[in-house]
């Protein structure tokens, strides 16, 4: 097995909105706020080279389908970019073998889809799966109302006309390294994917444990559907990862790519060891 990380892009985000009741006072300890209250994000993708031949890309970004009016609060600029981050690692998009979307907010999910000339939409990696779970599927086609607005009917809709999309219907092995998880609390249906490389384990956070920021239980993005769940499951989580030695990584900390976690004299989850991608699998 090979794992990669690509940094598509970075973007702001509301300070307040990304740690809900966590007072202003604590938060930007971890994530200075700029005049408008906007903390840096990263947009973190992870590529998996499967021993069985499978190329893995877990979520893809914004994408460049939305206009100004949509981006224009989020301020995003291209690091390292989808399809050229991946051809850093000589990796064409129609290589790629499975797109494991996590869930299907526009900033995990757009990158999939394009459109061309005639703003008709395409895929970027045309001979992949595109994976999902059913339930977070459903949500996304007839959101709630607090959900609406991050679920792009541009991104989704044609991942289902281009027969693109297939659902994971329970959690298990995807392929042989690739566990998935299945969470509820930020949304319905969000897949948690848990790497095994050699005797090492990798989870990757999503938008459950989205930066460093958010592994104090408490500590919880006011983005979520059920926040007293989402303690719940980051808990479980985080007592697996103390246990096993696991090594946590980061979708959205522009900081911090992965790390080890600790317990305090108070029983608190915190960040121990920050480490690279690469410092893992050097390990």
Known sequence: MELFKIDIASFKSDG????G???KAIWTKFFPADEH??????LRSLVIKSDDGRIIVIDNGIGDK???DHLQFYYVEEREGLVSGLAKHGIRPEEVTDVILTHLHFDHCGGGITYNWNREPV????EATYWTTERQWENAVDPNPREADSYLAENLLPMEDLGLLDFIHRPGTFCEGVELRIVNGHTPG???PVIRYGEKTLVFGADLIPTHGHIPIK???????DVVRTMRE????MEEIMANNYVLMFQHDMFYECCTIKKTEKGAFRMDLPITLEQFIAR
Do not use: S
């Open 16 to 19: 307040g909105a990304m740690f």
């Open 21 to 23: 009741v966590v007072p």
């Open 37 to 42: 209250n906007l903390i840096p994000m990263m």
């Open 66 to 68: 939305q206009d100004e």
């Open 123 to 126: 895929a970027v990696f045309p």
């Open 190 to 192: 969000q897949i948690v």
């Open 219 to 225: 500590y919880n993005m006011a983005y979520d559907l």
């Open 234 to 237: 980051k808990e479980g989580f």
